[in-house]
Structure formats: C-alpha cells, structure tokens
C-alpha cells in the first residue's frame, strides 16, 4: 500500500468516531509487515480517561487478529492539522513496533505529510528490558 492509501484509511474511518465533546476526529491506519491494513478511531467517553486514542483502537484490532509486526502508521485528525500519537499512544505502539516504524502525519490535501520514525517520537521507550 502507497502512504497516500494509507492516509486516505485513515481519513475515511474518522466518520466512525465518537467525539460529543471535544468534536476533534481522529483516525489511524496502522500497516502490519505483510501488508494487511487496520484501521481506528477516537472514543470518547465522558470522564475522559476511559476515552480510547484512534491508534491504540488500530493496534488493538490489529493484535487481536494475530499481528505484531508493524511498518508503517498513518494518522489523521478532521482538521489535518499534522496530529502525531500521544505520549500514551506511543508507548503503546513501541510494545509492539521498532523504532523505526514509520509514522505519517496528515497535514491536509496539497501538502506532504510529516514523517517521524517512532524512535524519534519517543527515545528511551520503556521496555521489557528497563523493567528487568
């Protein structure tokens, strides 16, 4: 899949979100190493901490279905305003993808989207080997 496929996943599943209070749609479309696309998108909920991000919905889906293995993640917000993932949300993704997975940032029709690599957006992750 070409990243403007990707990004046009991401967009396009942003009409499933649920977003009563901060009306902020976000999308993620998460690619697994062979190929196959996942998508989410935000939920919110009203006490806000149960709310769940649009990538961590993607990934979910996406390890639920036997994947872990990760190359690229697209992610896209109703403005196109270069939403990158969370802290939390990153933290989520380096459980499961190396830091030089790709992470592509909507920033709107005409305009290249950013690229970070998920090493970038979050060096010294926590991982199974800082908690031995």
């Not at 806000?48 to 990538?55: F, G, K, M, W």
Request: hydrophobic share 35%; glycine share 8%.
């Amino acid at each position: 899949m070409v990243i403007q496929d990707l990004l046009e996943a991401a967009r396009d599943v942003q009409s499933s979100a649920h977003v009563p209070y901060s009306e902020y749609r976000v999308g993620a479309a998460l690619e697994t190493a062979d190929g196959e696309v996942f998508v989410g998108c935000n939920i919110e909920n009203a006490n806000y901490s149960n709310s769940l991000h649009a990538e961590e919905v993607a990934i979910a889906e996406a390890v639920k279905s036997g994947h872990r293995e990760f190359s690229r993640l697209a992610v896209s917000s109703g403005r196109r305003d270069g939403v990158t993932p969370c802290g939390m949300c990153r933290q989520t993704l380096a459980e499961f993808c190396d830091d030089d997975l790709l992470v592509v940032c909507d920033e709107g029709e005409g305009e290249s989207p950013t690229e970070y690599r998920l090493g970038d957006l979050l060096p010294d992750t926590i991982s199974e080997e800082t908690l031995e």
